[in-house]
């Protein structure tokens, strides 16, 4: 273990000038690890510094307030404001270095990590996480800084770089959406081949799973709109794991590690400082049904005149999958390939495990009379209600409507706009600083 010590600071070492500058720099007194539990601490590693970006990018959403008064107003202020051109040099950055160093991890242990361990199960269990944690990383990295996915453009529209490999001479360039899309698809097919657990223990449950692939899968090709693979993925996924908390018999959050519903627990998705500095807006508390939805109670809590989160602010919430995220995408599957009254029995079925039990005839009487759109835009305020402050709002927003949002502060608003270029973000000033080819 003191080798691995010597290995990680080295790599440390080696990513202190930028992610964009690595392989350009040799580092000094590098020890590399040889068997399968030091290469297991070599990915931890990589799971370990797996950035949080998801709790920030909610500040860019409908679903918080900037509170002025609090420590971190200064942090969040121009997140808020959607000001990302020369933004305050206090402004709490968004990742992009961190993805990449994560990915470094992870491409040491499939590059030597193939030769170098003894072939068994555990081996492959470990190969299939690398190659699992590689793809979730490039997937966020590119819906973060790409372009949503379109079929007819992603081609042509300027993603992200990809890092396959590790090579002192590998010059870091933006590929297309398409491009990034198709290697976290080949990547999420090799580590299928590979992963052999089911399901890991709470403590453990960072790591990727046969069931968490079959998640990750469903969400890429839910954003990429291929729903029949999304409904083939999350059908396989849901067979490994399809436990909901029912509200009514267990009035618990659904969203932490310990919970049945949880599927991986990696990422802090509402971390502290977003929570003590934010308040829930309006907009989110009036999709709620106060008195007949279960979650709501649970969800927040008064504040005065205002409501705080409950569901997140501590490490118990980490939460990157869970089932409650799949049998909402399935029904968007199943109502996106026309299976209308499918969808509506598999929404009203999840429905079932978070309304009051006698409101159940109501909602089953509204939701049988929509009409295809009327259910796609009550299953996408439903998917808001289940998931809020779960770091899916920003991204679900992207892939949506990308609708206009008014933000105010300081008695002053700022605004949106449908369709804005600000639901892309910028890639970072340093990375550009260092990396021309941005």
Same mark, same amino acid.
């Given at each position: 273990?003191?080798?691995?010590?010597?290995?990680?600071? *080295?790599?440390?070492?080696f990513?202190?000038?930028?992610?964009?500058d690595?392989l350009e720099?040799?580092?000094?007194? =590098?020890?590399?690890?040889?068997s399968l539990?030091?290469?297991?601490?070599?990915?931890t =590693?990589?799971?370990d @510094?797996?950035?949080e970006?998801?709790? %920030?990018v909610?500040?860019?959403?409908?679903e918080?307030?900037?509170d002025?008064n609090s420590f971190?107003?200064p942090?969040?202020?121009?997140?808020y404001? !959607?000001k990302?051109?020369?933004?305050?040099?206090?402004?709490a950055?968004?990742?992009?270095?961190?993805?990449?160093n994560?990915?470094?991890?992870?491409?040491?242990v @499939?590059?030597d990590?193939?030769?170098k361990?003894e072939d068994?199960?555990?081996?492959?269990?470990l190969l299939?996480e690398?190659?699992?944690?590689r793809?979730? +990383?490039?997937?966020d990295?590119?819906n973060?800084?790409g /372009?949503?996915?379109?079929?007819?453009?992603?081609s042509?529209?300027?993603?992200?770089?990809?890092a396959?490999?590790?090579? &002192?001479?590998?010059?870091?360039?933006?590929?297309?959406?398409?491009?990034?899309y198709?290697?976290?698809l =080949?990547?999420?097919?090799t580590?299928?081949?590979l992963l052999n657990?089911?399901?890991f223990d709470?403590?453990l449950?960072?790591r990727?799973?046969k069931?968490?692939i079959? *998640?990750l899968e469903?969400?890429?090709?839910?954003y990429?709109?291929?729903?029949d693979?999304?409904l083939? *993925?999350v059908n396989?996924?849901?067979?490994?794991?399809k436990e909901?908390?029912?509200?009514?018999d267990?009035p618990? &959050?659904?969203?932490?590690f310990?919970?049945?519903?949880?599927?991986?627990?990696l990422?802090d998705?509402?971390d502290?400082?977003?929570?003590?500095?934010?308040?829930i807006?309006?907009?989110l508390?009036a999709?709620?049904?106060t008195?007949?939805?279960?979650?709501f109670? &649970?969800?927040?809590n008064?504040?005065?005149?205002?409501? =705080?989160?409950a569901k997140g602010g501590d490490?118990k919430f /980490?939460?990157?999958?869970?089932?409650?995220?799949l049998?909402?995408?399935k029904a968007?599957?199943?109502? /996106?390939?026309?299976? $209308?009254?499918? *969808?509506?029995?598999?929404?009203?079925a999840?429905?079932?495990?978070?309304y009051?039990?006698?409101?159940?005839?109501s909602?089953?009487?509204? @939701?049988n +009379?929509?009409?295809?759109?009327?259910?796609?835009?009550?299953l996408?305020t439903? %998917? !808001?209600?289940?998931?809020?402050?779960e770091?899916?709002? !920003?991204?679900?927003l992207r %892939?949506?409507n990308?609708?206009a949002i008014?933000?105010? $502060?300081?008695g002053?608003?700022f605004?949106?706009s449908?369709?804005?270029?600000?639901y892309i973000?910028?890639?970072?000033?340093?990375?550009?600083l260092n990396?021309?080819? $941005?």
């Amino acid at each position: 273990m003191k080798q691995i010590h010597i290995y990680t600071l *080295a790599i440390l070492t080696f990513f202190m000038v930028s992610c964009d500058d690595y392989l350009e720099i040799q580092p000094e007194g =590098k020890v590399i690890p040889e068997s399968l539990e030091e290469f297991r601490a070599v990915l931890t =590693k990589g799971y370990d @510094i797996f950035p949080e970006q998801k709790s %920030r990018v909610a500040y860019r959403t409908d679903e918080l307030v900037l509170d002025e008064n609090s420590f971190d107003f200064p942090s969040y202020k121009d997140v808020y404001t !959607w000001k990302d051109a020369n933004p305050d040099p206090q402004t709490a950055p968004y990742p992009y270095i961190q993805m990449y160093n994560s990915i470094f991890y992870a491409n040491h242990v @499939i590059e030597d990590g193939k030769d170098k361990i003894e072939d068994s199960e555990e081996k492959n269990q470990l190969l299939g996480e690398a190659y699992a944690l590689r793809a979730y +990383a490039h997937f966020d990295l590119v819906n973060l800084y790409g /372009k949503p996915y379109n079929a007819t453009t992603a081609s042509s529209d300027t993603g992200v770089p990809l890092a396959l490999e590790i090579d &002192l001479e590998q010059v870091f360039t933006p590929v297309s959406v398409q491009a990034v899309y198709s290697q976290v698809l =080949k990547d999420i097919a090799t580590s299928k081949s590979l992963l052999n657990v089911t399901k890991f223990d709470a403590g453990l449950n960072y790591r990727f799973t046969k069931t968490a692939i079959l *998640a990750l899968e469903t969400r890429v090709h839910t954003y990429m709109n291929n729903s029949d693979a999304a409904l083939t *993925a999350v059908n396989a996924a849901l067979s490994l794991n399809k436990e909901l908390v029912n509200l009514n018999d267990t009035p618990e &959050l659904p969203n932490t590690f310990t919970s049945v519903e949880s599927i991986m627990a990696l990422e802090d998705v509402f971390d502290s400082s977003v929570r003590n500095s934010s308040f829930i807006s309006d907009d989110l508390v009036a999709i709620y049904d106060t008195t007949n939805d279960l979650r709501f109670g &649970l969800y927040f809590n008064v504040d005065g005149s205002s409501y =705080k989160a409950a569901k997140g602010g501590d490490q118990k919430f /980490k939460c990157s999958f869970r089932v409650s995220d799949l049998v909402l995408l399935k029904a968007e599957a199943q109502a /996106k390939l026309g299976a $209308l009254d499918e *969808a509506k029995a598999t929404l009203l079925a999840f429905m079932q495990n978070r309304y009051q039990s006698a409101h159940m005839t109501s909602l089953t009487t509204g @939701i049988n +009379a929509m009409s295809a759109n009327e259910f796609m835009q009550e299953l996408y305020t439903e %998917r !808001w209600r289940e998931l809020a402050l779960e770091g899916h709002r !920003w991204f679900d927003l992207r %892939r949506s409507n990308q609708k206009a949002i008014t933000h105010s $502060l300081s008695g002053e608003d700022f605004q949106l706009s449908e369709n804005d270029p600000r639901y892309i973000l910028p890639f970072p000033a340093d990375a550009r600083l260092n990396n021309p080819e $941005l």
